[in-house]
């Protein structure tokens, strides 16, 4: 799904618009510059394969986030550029790996064949790897940032995908593959794999803007509900789209055989359950203290949309 979506939904107000589109544009170039070109072959291949998956027309929706939180709490859009990146390289990196054969086997990604379909597999795994350890190279080297912020995005990151977030999500998926787990291990498992990126994106806004420990204690609660919601959405959405709305396989959960709320609580409850996580997320963005207008105005984006 193209960059140009978020920017392009009906009813969004025309500054707005052009604002998600400019950013998307910016945070595309940042990566392309960021990624280095004209190496020997050996390495030249596993960064071209980086390029084929990072620069492919995805939403860039955790960056935009990363943006939009800097710049609501004031703080500077310069400084938060190469952090905003670096989410999207783990973003893509996750979104590789998970497509491998050994994970979930999809074939379709951002409307294009999965790197692995295109690559030899071991590219995809190399590419994946390169694109985790050079978020963290970008962020130490970040000449924009201060050396406290520059920790305190590293270690933020380092927890929010690490065992205790993104890859123990992952864990849990695989631990239940051919299983049924129970609702509340699958929203575990949501709140891991997706939110603790989304927490991720908006706490390096936050980072960046050197928002107050109270702020950042919402807009973490913001952001964990966000993404529950975001990947509920994502079933409801992967059972009604055809692959070509959606950019990517559909349906893939369901024949991996993969429990999904849908499968467990049924479209009724699943979406009484995804008001409840957009309430929450609603209730703390509107408990801050400033009046957050960015965010407010993407968190209406993605409550709405159909893609
Ligand atoms: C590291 C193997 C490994 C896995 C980590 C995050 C994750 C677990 C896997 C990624 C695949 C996945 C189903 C994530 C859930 C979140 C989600 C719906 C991702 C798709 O995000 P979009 O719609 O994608 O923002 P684009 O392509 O627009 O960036």
């Given at each position: 799904m193209?960059?140009?979506?978020?920017?392009?939904?009906?009813?969004?107000?025309?500054?707005f618009?052009?604002y998600l589109?400019?950013q998307?544009?910016n945070i595309?170039?940042?990566l392309?510059l960021?990624?280095p070109?004209?190496?020997g072959p050996?390495?030249?291949?596993?960064?071209e394969?980086?390029?084929?998956?990072?620069?492919?027309p995805g939403?860039k929706?955790?960056?935009?986030?990363?943006l939009a939180?800097?710049?609501?709490?004031n703080?500077?859009?310069?400084q938060?550029m190469i952090?905003a990146a670096?989410?999207?390289?783990i973003?893509t990196?996750?979104?590789?790996?998970d497509?491998?054969p050994c994970?979930?086997?999809d074939?379709l990604r951002?409307g294009?064949?999965t790197?692995?379909?295109v690559?030899?597999?071991?590219?995809?795994?190399?590419?994946g790897?390169f694109?985790l350890?050079?978020?963290?190279?970008?962020?130490?080297?970040?000449?924009?940032?201060?050396?406290?912020q520059?920790?305190q995005?590293?270690?933020?990151?380092s927890?929010?995908?690490?065992?205790?977030g993104?890859?123990?999500?992952?864990?849990?998926?695989?631990?239940?593959?051919?299983k049924?787990?129970?609702?509340d291990?699958?929203l575990?498992?949501?709140?891991r794999?997706?939110?603790?990126?989304?927490?991720?994106a908006?706490?390096?806004?936050?980072?960046?803007a050197?928002?107050?420990?109270?702020?950042?204690?919402?807009?973490?609660e913001?952001?964990?509900?966000f993404?529950?919601?975001?990947?509920?959405q994502?079933?409801?959405l992967?059972l009604?789209?055809?692959?070509k709305?959606?950019?990517?396989t559909?349906?893939?959960d369901l024949n991996?055989?993969?429990?999904?709320?849908?499968s467990?609580?049924?479209?009724?409850?699943?979406?009484?359950?995804?008001?409840?996580h957009?309430?929450?997320a609603?209730?703390?963005?509107?408990?801050?203290d400033?009046?957050?207008?960015r965010l407010k105005?993407l968190?209406k984006?993605i409550?709405?949309?159909?893609?």
């Open positions: 193209a960059a140009s979506t978020l920017s392009s939904c009906k009813d969004l107000d025309d500054s618009s052009q589109q400019d998307a544009q595309h170039d940042v392309s960021l990624i070109r004209n190496e050996c390495t030249g291949k596993l960064l394969a980086a390029r084929y998956s990072l620069l492919a939403k929706l955790r960056p935009l986030m990363t939180c800097c710049e609501d709490f703080g500077r859009l310069d938060a952090p670096c989410i999207e390289m973003h990196y996750s979104l590789i790996h497509d491998l994970m979930d086997d074939d951002r294009k064949p790197l692995h379909k690559y030899p597999e071991g590219h995809a795994v190399l590419a790897n694109l350890t050079y978020a963290f190279e970008c962020l130490s080297c970040a000449v924009e940032l201060s050396e406290h520059k920790i995005l590293i270690h933020c990151l927890q929010r995908i690490g065992a205790h993104m890859l123990g999500g992952q864990a849990i998926d695989l631990a239940y593959e051919g049924t787990p129970d609702i291990t699958l575990i498992m949501y709140e794999k997706t939110s603790d990126l989304f927490i991720a908006i706490e390096f806004g936050a980072i960046v050197n928002a107050s420990s109270t702020q950042k204690e919402l807009l973490k913001f952001a964990s509900h993404g529950i919601l975001f990947q509920l994502d079933d409801i992967d009604k789209c055809e692959e709305v959606l950019g990517k559909s349906r893939s991996n055989q993969k429990a999904t709320p849908l467990l609580i049924g479209i009724e409850e699943t979406l009484k359950l995804a008001q409840k957009q309430k929450i609603q209730n703390a963005l509107f408990q801050l400033t009046p957050a207008t105005n968190f984006l409550t709405e949309r159909s893609f």
